[in-house]
């Protein structure tokens, strides 16, 4: 009995692992995300390399153990050791996709997605086929069908800024009044400039179901009082 991987297993792990991270990395770059189909079959094959370099120790020494046995207790390998560290370190490069912009978060589903091939190119280098092909379908079906399925409106909160105060509060009472729209809270400030005062009001608001933030945008956008409106994810 010999302890070892052979070329052809080698061979079908790393295709198969390019495979099916380039299939999530192809969904990703056509959503036009920062991490597209080649960081994500590195990501994918680095793990798969990682996890078959872990098998070929654990099979050295079992090997050594089996042409020694004097060693028997001496030699050992932690199956787990390299592979943990690939857990914890794919996340320094999810991170490097995460932008905050404007109290408004990018990046999270690609930084999963980068953790979640890495997870799967360990199963495939670790040569748990089925848990790989199984959580691939699955992974997939999560980021490419979800969200046509499920409809969620994100929370946001929408930054105003305006010239004058009076005209402004009149004006915005009666268009939460009319779109339904729920007002949780507010917060307010004044930043004095040459010709008077720039006031900026945040609200946290919740929308019926028929508006979107996209047109409570666009409506507030056509107020002259209104020098700028965006709708931020609370940070």
């Known amino acids: ?34 991490a597209g189909i080649r960081t994500h079959i590195l990501v994918c094959l680095g793990a798969c390399i990682i996890a078959l370099i872990q098998k070929e120790i654990g099979f050295n020494a079992l090997e ?38 404007h109290h408004s978060i990018k990046g999270l589903t690609t930084a999963a997605s980068l953790w979640v091939v890495a997870c799967l190119g360990l199963a495939v280098g670790m040569g748990n086929y089925v848990i790989a092909i199984a959580s691939f379908i699955v992974v997939y079906g999560v980021i490419a069908f979800l969200k046509r399925f499920v409809r969620v409106s994100p929370v946001r909160n929408l930054e105003i800024q305006y010239l004058h105060k009076s005209d402004f509060k009149q004006f915005i009472q009666e268009y939460f009044k009319e779109k339904d729209i729920v007002v949780n ?19 946290e608001v919740k929308l019926p179901h028929k508006l979107t933030y996209v047109n409570v945008v666009e409506d507030l956008a056509g107020n002259d009082n209104i020098t700028k409106v965006n709708a931020v994810t609370p940070g």
């Open 64 to 101: 050594i153990a089996r042409q020694y046995p004097q060693y028997k207790g001496i030699v050992r390998a932690d199956d787990a050791r390299l592979i943990a560290q690939v857990v914890s370190g794919i996340g320094f490069l999810g991170a490097g996709t995460i932008i905050v912009e």
């Open 1 to 34: 009995m010999t302890f070892q991987l052979d070329i052809a297993t080698v061979v079908i792990r790393l295709i198969l692992a390019t495979v099916i991270s380039g299939v999530i990395g192809y969904n990703r770059a056509q959503k036009h995300r920062p």
């Open 185 to 203: 809270n507010v917060s307010y400030k004044a930043n004095k400039t040459d010709d008077g005062y720039l006031y900026t009001s945040v609200y």
